[in-house]
T-cell receptor, first 112, second 114 residues
Framework: DGGITQSPKYLFRKEGQNVTLSCEQN?????MYWYRQDPGQGLRLIYYSQIVNDFQKGDIAEGYSVSREKKESFPLTVTSAQKNPTAFYLC???????????FGSGTRLTVV | AQSVAQPEDQVNVAEGNPLTVKCTYS??????LFWYVQYPNRGLQFLLK??????LVKGSYGFEAEFNKSQTSFHLKKPSALVSDSALYFCAVYGSGNTGKLIFGQGTTLQVKP
């Protein structure tokens, strides 16, 4: 079945360490997105990519980095510069405008 | 500015009663509108969308939404709520300029009590 897979589901990180969250899709979607969700809050866009080898900053890109070397993959690195990284991270993909997004099941990152 | 507003943080209804989750939007041009549902510790799931055509859109799990252009609204409705409908609901609209990005509301928690 086609879908979008995020791994791991739960991730623990020590302060000062970088960590990479995986997002893979086999839907042949061009666009991919990373969102952050905090308790009781909506979705905040971190980065997005509309085509391979190109990506743009979203609303809260500071302390995060991404790459888009393959159409299927859009990994997110949470760097030590991110001051408050504990959150639920959602990856999404889309075939284009008006098609909506398909979301992964999320990764819960906790800094210990 | 392009935006989506969900004026209620939480909606409480009794099981079997009708429910409405409100959404208003502000975007230039014709809006492409979506509703998503999120269960705890899960990703968002697509419920329904309005692109064009009939103002009443039917979606998954018995939900429907009515597009009202004059009121710039896209309220989510269900005739008879179930306890299992309890979740977080997001309204979203595509911004103008063909950016391909959805603009999400803040979300409304629906609590259905037995």
């Amino acid at each position: 079945d086609g879908g979008i897979t995020q791994s791991p589901k739960y991730l623990f990180r020590k302060e000062g360490q970088n960590v990479t969250l995986s997002c893979e899709q086999n839907l042949n979607h061009d666009a991919m997105y990373w969102y952050r969700q905090d308790p009781g809050q909506g979705l905040r866009l971190i980065y997005y990519s509309q085509i391979v080898n190109d990506f743009q900053k979203g609303d809260i890109a500071e302390g995060y980095s991404v790459s888009r070397e393959k159409k299927e993959s859009f990994p997110l690195t949470v760097t030590s510069a991110q001051k408050n990284p504990t959150a639920f991270y959602l990856c999404a993909s889309s075939l284009g405008t008006a098609r909506g997004y398909t979301f992964g099941s999320g990764t819960r990152l906790t800094v210990v | 500015a392009q935006s989506v507003a969900q004026p209620e943080d939480q909606v409480n209804v009794a099981e079997g009663n009708p429910l409405t989750v409100k959404c208003t939007y502000s975007v230039s041009g014709n809006p492409y509108l979506f509703w998503y549902v999120q269960y705890p510790n899960r990703g968002l799931q697509f419920l329904l969308k309005y692109i064009t055509g009939d103002n009443l859109v039917k979606g998954s799990y018995g939900f429907e939404a009515e597009f009202n252009k004059s009121q710039t609204s896209f309220h989510l409705k269900k005739p008879s709520a179930l306890v299992s409908d309890s979740a977080l609901y997001f309204c979203a609209v595509y911004g103008s300029g063909n950016t391909g990005k959805l603009i999400f509301g803040q979300g409304t928690t629906l609590q259905v009590k037995p």
